[in-house]
């Protein structure tokens, strides 16, 4: 999906940039301490960036399409990667947690597992990830051509044990951009296995 954040990165940008993201945030930043460090894979616009950055974490974005990269970096303050999620050795970085919202919703099941598993290599010990995937089931193509992979909760669950990563917790949501599509929000931790919270 490079080319397609690449070639439309204006319009994605201008479509994701104004939504409030607190939603999904607020969870996510209940669980970190004052002045975390944060990557948020898949950054987009930067919006969830900034978010972050105004309530006092030390985020920085990875993104893969350089013109969205780049626009992400301008609207948030913040540093930016280019870079892919499956190429890049997550094992040179380091820290307390990861955030990515959308961005494994087009790759294929069975990367995912290798994929959590280099994720780990770049969490500080105690380290939180956040994932939120698509619900439902196969995949589905959208009106602009892209090709998204459906989750069904219990599926994921079973992906995430075996990659030794814990649910702290897990949540449903609605899609931001209010399409009526149904999202699963999971909160998960290195080797803790945690009791599923609503």
Not at 35 to 40: L, N
Not at 161 to 190: H, M, Q
Request: glycine share 12%; proline share 4%; hydrophobic share 40%.
């Amino acid at each position: 999906m490079t080319d397609y954040y690449q070639k439309e990165c204006g319009r994605y940008f201008e479509r994701t940039v104004g939504l409030d993201p607190s939603p999904i945030l607020e969870p996510f930043a209940a669980r970190l301490a004052k002045g975390a460090t944060v990557v948020d894979i898949g950054c987009g616009s930067g919006r969830d960036l900034l978010w972050l950055k105004q309530r006092g974490f030390l985020p920085f974005g990875m993104e893969r399409a350089p013109d969205l990269a780049a626009l992400a970096e301008k609207h948030s303050g913040c540093r930016v990667i280019v870079a892919d999620l499956q190429g890049f050795d997550f094992s040179t970085i380091a820290v307390d947690a990861m955030l990515l919202t959308g961005s494994l919703v087009h790759l294929e099941r069975r990367h995912l597992s290798p994929l959590l598993e280099n994720l780990v290599k770049g969490l500080n010990p105690g380290g939180l990830i956040s994932i939120s995937m698509k619900q439902g089931r196969g995949t589905r193509i959208d009106d602009e051509g892209r090709r998204f992979v459906l989750w069904e909760e219990e599926a994921l669950g079973r992906v995430f044990a075996d990659a030794g990563l814990g649910v702290v917790a897990v949540r449903g949501a609605s899609s931001l951009l209010e399409t009526g599509e149904a999202w699963i929000n999971f909160y998960l931790k290195a080797d803790v296995p945690g009791e599923v919270l609503r």
